[in-house]
């Protein structure tokens, strides 16, 4: 029996590059959506956020002198990408998906409508919310949560590189160690990078729980949906 009726699913865009330089690898999103569709067979409504990391950030075009916020639309811009790539794998894996778009390119995707989300997660369909929250200086992290609280997922999910919430990052430190759960409050104070401090707060004020888990470890998903032992926790 999975333990939700209803989640956002939250997949890191440069996750979706595998062993590759960038862009997205072919192995990568059919595994990716091979086991959203199993997850989907246990009757659970998912949602899901892509970032764009793997097409670009705004960070980076900032950081060599792009003005920000023009960055950021491109970064917003890369995340429809991906929607439209994980929306046709769908498709060809036999799924049915939807996705809506924060930022309006309606002769690409439709845009997102909430009523019109709710209807088609009530269908059963997968929605993919693209475009991040339409907004510059935000990241897909925080229009995951925002997309989460909309629609009433019971819970967040993170799917990244790491396996769970640090005590520090552990590309970084080695010695670092996973917590099995712990508080926004306590990911907010200790400044924990795994999620950005907006993400967190908003998680936090709408008291949407958070679960960090590994992308590349297979049926990790699956068993994150069935309430087992996997990643880590965040909680109000
Ligand atoms: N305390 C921490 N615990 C776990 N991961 C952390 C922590 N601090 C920083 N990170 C880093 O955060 C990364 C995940 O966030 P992010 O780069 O936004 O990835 P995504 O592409 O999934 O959005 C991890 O790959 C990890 O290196
Ligand atoms: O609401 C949003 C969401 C995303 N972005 C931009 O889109 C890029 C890609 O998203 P993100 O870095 O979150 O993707 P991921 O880390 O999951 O690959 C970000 O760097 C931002 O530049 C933005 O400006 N506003």
Same mark, same amino acid.
């Given at each position: ?18 062993? %590759?330089?960038?862009? *997205? ?5 059919? +595994?990716?959506? +091979?086991?959203? +569709?199993?997850?989907?067979? &246990?009757?659970?409504?998912?949602a899901v956020v892509i970032g764009g990391g793997? *097409? ?11 003005? @920000?916020?023009?960055?950021? !639309?491109?970064?917003? &811009? ?12 769908? @498709? ?27 209807? !088609? ?19 897909? %992290? ?28 552990? $590309? ?12 926004? %409050?306590?990911?907010?104070? $200790? ?12 998680? @936090? %004020? ?16 699956? +068993? ?13």
């Amino acid at each position: 029996m999975p333990a939700y009726k209803r989640i956002l699913l939250k997949l890191s865009g440069e996750a979706l590059m595998g062993d %590759d330089a960038f862009g *997205i690898n072919r192995a990568t999103i059919v +595994r990716m959506v +091979r086991e959203i +569709r199993e997850v989907t067979a &246990l009757g659970v409504e998912v949602a899901v956020v892509i970032g764009g990391g793997n *097409i670009f950030r705004g960070v980076a075009g900032g950081s060599v002198g792009m003005d @920000r916020a023009t960055a950021d !639309y491109m970064g917003m &811009l890369a995340t429809v990408m991906n929607s439209l790539a994980l929306a046709d794998t769908m @498709r060809l894996e036999g799924m049915t998906a939807r996705v809506m778009s924060a930022i309006s390119i309606d002769q690409v995707v439709e845009p997102y409508v909430r009523p019109k989300a709710l209807q !088609y997660l009530e269908e059963g369909k997968v929605v993919i919310f693209a475009g991040g929250t339409g907004n510059p200086f935000f990241t897909t %992290d925080t229009a995951a949560a925002l997309r989460g609280a909309e629609v009433g997922a019971e819970i967040m999910l993170k799917a990244t590189k790491v396996d769970g919430v640090y005590t520090a990052d552990p $590309k970084k430190d080695p010695s670092a160690t996973r917590y099995p759960s712990l508080t926004f %409050d306590e990911a907010i104070i $200790k400044n924990l990078a795994v999620l950005d401090a907006t993400a967190f707060a908003l998680c @936090r %004020d709408q008291k949407l729980p958070l679960k960090v888990f590994s992308i590349v470890k297979p049926g990790a998903l699956k +068993r994150v949906v069935l309430g087992e032992d996997e990643g880590t926790l965040v909680h109000v």
